[in-house]
């Protein structure tokens, strides 16, 4: 007979021991649920908030009242009566710059209409509502519009447009458009990635593959993993210093014969991006080329293979996935900083698009950060389609990142 | 097959000791390997013999803080002297290890690259059959030569990296518990295999099956450890005076299975 046996409670002593532990799985069980439900309630409320900003009534008069330009109404006219209208109301020096940024003849309908409207008419937005006033307080926004501006006109608006997309910047909302930023956002992230990506696998095979596991390999390591962890500001502390100042030949591009332009550039702001998502992918690289199996590099040592045939042909090709995933989710990263841009001198105003290493910038968390400073709300209406904008970019990007991991993914 | 002339040795050992950092795992081997010979090497678990296996092909190399001292001589030169390529060494004297450790790619490849990375000119094609014969596994594998290794069973992938091993053509190969994972069917083919392979390999086996070893191999090493848990080889002799007339009685108890 077992001598310990009488220690574990019997019949019902036993039930009630396990009941209790029952209600404390329960407990355990609640808490996990009210967590997981505040989580998914703060998400909806985010997407709520922002897509309530982006969609809803406006209303609006023209500043020019369209018949005194035109008998027909403005969008039956042809392209060729629209370069007319514009030739005949709009200074020539202002109708030959837009006519050398592209030709009028060149230009669609839509894109003429719409700097018609810009250009001529004006429009003047008084009042903007959210799409939820929108859907459930339609009859009251309708009788303030007849009350407050009798002559406006009620229009339900869709502030994310494609037009809102390739359009570029300009200072009034209704015809701004996120293109420069958008475009000043995917240069940051491709100059980041080709200075980054390189370097970090390279650090990150050095570090797995040759480095002695000694105090100052250690050091090293520990080093870049509290990099990982430092406030961004502090990087765009370190780009105004390196890539603005101290680099400013380079990245001013006076080296290269630019002379219109200062440190501030695309290209400064971009290896300022660089370097802060180094410490990422360095350390991403790290864990996937650690989960390369040491036995697959004693199998290639083993036929006779050196140290780079085994990491070039072996270690690299097993590690790639997750070598991707990880930069691409520190490219995520990197889109959505705000802080180490301004640091380094985006611009919030600019209607050029980058055009090289040398132009200058704006990039879409800094555009959006710059639209709901603003006081007039149809401002935060484009602020609102902006963040979608940027969400999507997001989005696509982590499904990228999944992708290629399926697709890589190599079984070991 | 007794004759008067001086067999010719593979490898020789002179005082061969391993220490990893402070601790010494193998100390002071003398043996004479000789070629065209398979030699078990016997022993507990944790006495070295994965050690002392790995030091015959520098695989050691990439264990952090293992050093080696004494001598290893092949064909008379020491193989840990300076001016000896470690990587040429391993493509001298190949390796099979304990797990099934195929490269995740086609069977074909799996052949083909480690031929290639040393400069292999001849017909590929003819080299991988030929490979896969020699490890008998050409029959049940020639029609799905571009087929992921991994889908191969345990057995197989060992018969495939045996087969790796044999494509680069070395003089030695060195075998650590190959039929460890494998069922009685797969072991036996590859004892089977061994013996084949013998004609033109000196062939190196550790393994903890008595029977194997009594089966398969010319010599016998028989390793334990000492009271600074050092392992060494207490005695090395032909295989069936080992198990017959072990002259060491930690031998005798431990081919007989009253070890421990
Ligand atoms: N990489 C290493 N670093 C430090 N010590 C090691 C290392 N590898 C093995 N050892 C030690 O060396 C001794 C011998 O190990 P080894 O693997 O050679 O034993 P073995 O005889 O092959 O055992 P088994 O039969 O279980 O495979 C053990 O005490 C082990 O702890
Ligand atoms: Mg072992």
Known sequence: MNPNKNHFPEGDAFRRELNGRYRSATIGEVLFLSALLIAVISLTALLYNIVDGAFGYTAYEYKVDPSTITSKPLNELTQPELVEVLKANISKGAYNKLNNEQAMETRSQADLLSLVLERIIRIDT?????????????????????????????????????????APMSSRAEFAGARTAILGSLWLVGIAVLFALPIGVGAAVYLQEYAP????????????????????????????????????????????????????????????????????????????IKAVPDSLRQAAYGVGATRWQTIWHHVLPNSVAGI????????????????PLIVVGASTFITVDPDGLFSKFTALPIQIFNWTTRAQPEFHAIAASAIIVLMVLLLSLNATAILLRNRFQRRL | MENNVEPEYAIVTNDLSIHYGSYT??????????????????????????????????????????????????????LYSKDVDPVEARR????????????????????????RINGFKGNM?????????????????????????????GGQQQRLCIARTIAIQPEIILMDEPASALDPISTLRIEELMQELKKNYTIIIVTHNMQQAARASDYTAMMMIDDQRSGGVIEFDDT?????????????????????
């Not at chain 1, 307080?137 to 037009?163: C, G, Q, S």
């Not at chain 1, 990087?235 to 100042?245: D, E, K, P």
């Open chain 1, 126 to 166: 008084k009042a903007v509502w959210s799409l939820s006033d929108s859907l459930f307080h339609k009859t009251e926004i309708e009788a303030e519009v007849a009350e407050k501006y009798p002559d406006a006109k009620l229009e339900f608006r869709t502030w994310l447009t494609m037009n809102f997309i390739t």
């Open chain 2, 25 to 78: 795992a193998v100390k002071g081997v003398n043996v004479k390997v000789e070629k065209q010979k398979i030699t078990a090497i016997i022993g507990p678990s944790g006495c070295g013999k994965s050690t002392l296996l790995r030091s015959f092909n520098r695989m050691n190399d990439f264990v952090p803080n293992c050093r080696v001292t004494g001598e290893l001589l092949l064909q008379g030169q020491n």
């Open chain 1, 213 to 288: 596991k000694n105090l100052f390999t250690r050091i090293i390591q520990t080093n870049i993993n509290n990099l990982a962890g430092v406030p961004s500001i502090v990087y765009g502390m370190l780009g105004l210093a390196l890539f603005v100042r101290v680099l400013e030949p380079l990245t001013s591009g006076s080296i290269f014969g630019v002379t219109d332009s200062n440190g501030r550039t695309v290209f400064a702001a971009g290896l300022t991006m660089g370097v802060l998502v180094l410490p990422l992918i360095i350390i991403n690289a790290q864990e996937a």
């Open chain 2, 92 to 115: 001298r004297i190949g390796m099979v290890f304990q797990k099934p450790n195929p490269f995740p790619k086609s069977i074909y490849e799996n052949i083909a690259w480690g031929a």
């Open chain 2, 240 to 260: 069936k005076k080992i198990f017959t007339r072990p002259k060491d009685k930690r031998t005798e108890d431990y081919v007989t299975g009253r070890f421990g």
């Open chain 2, 125 to 153: 094609d003819e080299l991988v059959e030929q490979s896969l014969r020699g490890a008998a596994l050409w029959e049940e594998v020639k029609d799905l030569l571009q087929k992921s290794a991994y889908e191969l069973s």
């Open chain 1, 324 to 339: 991707l995933t990880g930069t691409i989710l520190s490219i995520s990263r990197a889109i959505g900083e705000t802080a």
